[in-house]
């Protein structure tokens, strides 16, 4: 579990793919406390450490993770959003975060707005109805405020703190970007679902 506020900026330095999947190897200051078991979200990707030493940590990511999020088209070199598992005790400044991609979306439009920056995004898939006004959203692993919806887009706003210590900062039109949903709209409809059969 996590909360969606990104911790650091980490750096793929290698990817070495297989038939069978992928490991990733990340530099990272956070690898330092790590160990070989721990979770670890990548760019909103609940991935698991499967070795660590003191700069960097490395991750197999299975087929599956790869078609369907955006880490099957990472390449060397590349910043990669990185949040620790939460630990009890520690302070949920986003929201609760799986770590458990729902879709890739598509950045179709970024304004300058004063201080912050807008993002338009397009939702995959009829994914737009576990989306609320003011309700949060994860983006690469950041935890959001859905500013603005209308079809299958809806609106984030991005602060300078956002911009600097993300990977949302270098997003333009065309960036996809891995996309979870509030789990509690999925709750919500599966309870009213069952509610809906033992009223028939």
Same mark, same amino acid.
């Given at each position: ?36 078991? @721990?979770?670890?979200? !990548?760019?909103?990707?609940?991935? *698991? +450490?499967?070795? !660590?030493? +003191? ?12 078609? #369907? ?10 910043? !990669? ?8 005790? @520690? ?16 950045? !179709? ?10 993002? *338009? ?5 009829? #994914? ?38 993300? *990977?949302?900062? +270098? ?30």
């Amino acid at each position: 579990m996590f909360t969606g506020i990104v911790h650091e900026l980490g750096r793929v330095e290698t990817i070495e793919r297989r038939d069978a999947g992928a490991r990733l190897r990340i530099s990272a200051e956070l690898a330092a406390a790590l160990a070989a078991g @721990d979770s670890v979200s !990548v760019e909103g990707a609940c991935l *698991t +450490a499967a070795a !660590v030493d +003191a700069g960097a940590f490395e991750a197999d990511v299975m087929n599956q993770t790869l078609s #369907l999020t955006t880490l099957g088209a990472l390449a060397a070199g590349e910043a !990669v959003n990185l949040e620790p598992a939460l630990r009890a005790g @520690d302070p949920l400044g986003g929201h609760l975060v799986q770590g458990h991609v729902d879709g890739v979306s598509e950045v !179709v439009a970024v304004i300058e707005d004063g201080i912050a920056s807008r993002l *338009t995004i397009r939702v995959p898939g009829g #994914l737009e109805r576990y989306l609320v006004e003011r309700g949060s959203v994860t983006v690469a692993g950041a935890s959001l405020t859905v500013a603005g919806l209308e079809g299958d887009r809806f609106e984030v706003s991005l602060i300078p703190e956002t911009l600097a210590r993300t *990977t949302l900062g +270098a997003a333009s039109q065309g960036t996809k970007l891995n996309l979870e949903l509030d789990i509690l709209a999925r709750y919500v409809e599966r309870l009213l679902g069952f509610r809906d059969e033992e009223s028939t």
